[in-house]
């Protein structure tokens, strides 16, 4: 038997790599080993500059122009040779934030190459990862790759999203559509309005997210700046930590062990757990539509294969692919939400594992919306079908005529009484056509502008202001 673990090129063990790769790809540039080394490499490299530019060593040299060019472009330029290189030295070292040091120490070596005989950078190897843990430099590289991920890549399918529900609701605001509350037919609605719900609960979801603050320390090996001030005890440490986080686009956290508390990317990791959760709603709602009828799906953008073996359907496969993948990404938010905020006493290594699976978690989410974005695209009203169902539902007036008749009687109006029990009597369990209703509403003796008003109602016409609340996604 072959062994598919021996071929090259390789073989991917997960679906994200796999199958759905194409979809998942972006956020290879964040969330892969090699996105975290790059970012790795950023770090070291813009404490260098910071150090020099800042004059905090003394005695070390200052940089030019040219090397801080050269040390930004080690980033920069990290490419297929430089991420084996790297491998190659982790492979020694058995460390991989080690392994980063010794690489930029490589580069620093290097630099006459470029730069001529003049430059200063092989003398700056005791600079590179002065006063760093390992964790110091992991913690700015997660929350750069982290925030990047978001605003690239994740956030932009998600405003996608909600912008394709929001032209979706406004298009249908007005159809009419039979409700189904506990799964019975219930008080209408419009199509559009049911859409516009769950775009309301989206966009509120994804403001939440687009807030978030993204934290990082900078304290060593326990957050007390021991060494530092041990080395440099003139220094003022805690406003030089603040200085160089704030320099990479985050937040300063003061007060921490050895690591970051991983406290905001709890919170950012439920804030989309949340959008998760609604979007699978969403999805098992629309699926529900499709089911009914109140939806066709358009074939050529669902595919031309919906059965094997049953040649007349039409799967609704984004949906359900949604709903599953949607519910692998809350597992894993979960998961990573509640191991990350846990560390004994001053630090252990739990985050360190369990925070190669972010990407892991988003590509999920990434692959339902892209399955969500999919599916409504290929999705047609049927306006015929919903008619259908709330021609044959005028039970649904009861509600109305009771309220009407209550009203009626507060405003001295006889023969109103118990009209939540007459209803009740008229339609529970029974299936009422327009001819009955209209006959019951006939024989109540109704003031007759009221009675006008009650006979010209429709399951159609009944849908209060439906239409008009979509209008509120626009504020």
Not at 44 to 58: A, G, H, T
Not at 352 to 362: D, E, K, L, P, Y
């Amino acid at each position: 038997m072959e062994n598919f673990a021996q071929i090259t090129p390789q073989i991917a063990l997960g679906p994200l790599d796999g199958r759905y790769r194409k979809t998942t790809e972006p956020l290879v540039n964040y969330f892969s080993e090699a996105a975290l080394n790059r970012a790795r490499i950023k770090v070291e490299v813009e404490w260098l500059i910071f150090l020099s530019r800042n004059q905090i060593l003394p005695g070390a040299p200052k940089l030019t122009d040219a090397e801080i060019t050269y040390l930004r472009a080690l980033p920069e330029n990290f490419n297929a040779a430089d991420i084996a290189e790297l491998a190659e030295i982790e492979a020694e070292t058995r460390h991989d934030v080690k392994a980063v040091e010794y690489y930029i120490k490589r580069r620093l070596d290097a630099a006459p190459e470029v730069l001529g005989t003049s430059t200063e950078l092989p003398k700056m190897h005791e600079i590179v990862h002065i006063f760093c843990t390992s964790e110091d430099i992991n913690n700015l590289a997660y929350g750069i790759t982290v925030k990047e991920a978001v605003a690239e890549v994740w956030l932009p399918q998600a405003q996608e999203f909600c912008t394709q529900l929001n032209e979706l609701a406004h298009a249908q605001a007005k159809q009419p559509m039979l409700s189904r509350t506990h799964g019975q037919t219930a008080s209408p609605t419009t199509l559009g309005k049911e859409i516009a719900v769950f775009a309301w609960r989206l966009s509120r979801q994804i403001k939440r997210i687009a807030q978030t603050e993204y934290l990082g320390k900078f304290s060593g090996a326990t957050g007390t700046f021991g060494a530092h001030l041990a080395a440099l005890p003139d220094a003022d440490w805690p406003a030089i930590s603040k200085q160089f986080v704030e320099s990479l686009g985050l937040t300063w956290n003061p007060l921490t062990t050895q690591i970051e508390s991983h406290d905001w990317a709890a919170e950012l990791f439920s804030a989309v757990t949340h959008f998760n959760r609604i979007a699978h709603n969403l999805a098992t709602d629309f699926w529900t539509y499709i089911s009914l009828g109140y939806f066709k799906q358009n074939l050529s953008a669902q595919g031309s294969t919906g059965s094997s073996t049953m040649p007349h359907k039409v799967n609704p496969i984004r949906f359900e692919n949604a709903e599953a993948n949607l519910e692998i990404s809350c597992a894993l938010f979960d998961t990573l939400t509640a191991t990350l905020v846990t560390s004994r006493l001053q630090r252990d290594l739990t985050d360190s594992t369990t925070q190669r699976n972010i990407g892991v978690a988003f590509g999920h989410s990434l692959l339902a919306l892209d399955n969500l974005q999919r599916g409504v695209a290929g999705l047609d009203a049927d306006p015929e079908r919903m008619a259908e169902d709330l021609d044959h539902a005028w039970e649904v007036l009861g509600e109305p005529i009771q309220q009407a008749m209550r009203a009626a009687e507060i405003a001295g109006v006889k023969g109103m009484e118990n009209p939540y029990e007459r209803l009740k009597a008229l339609t529970r369990g029974h299936r009422v056509n327009a001819a009955a209703m209209r006959n019951f509403i006939s024989e109540l003796k109704l003031p007759p502008e009221l009675e006008a008003r009650m006979l010209a109602l429709s399951p159609a016409d009944y849908t209060g202001i439906a239409s008009e609340l979509v209008n509120y996604l626009s504020n």
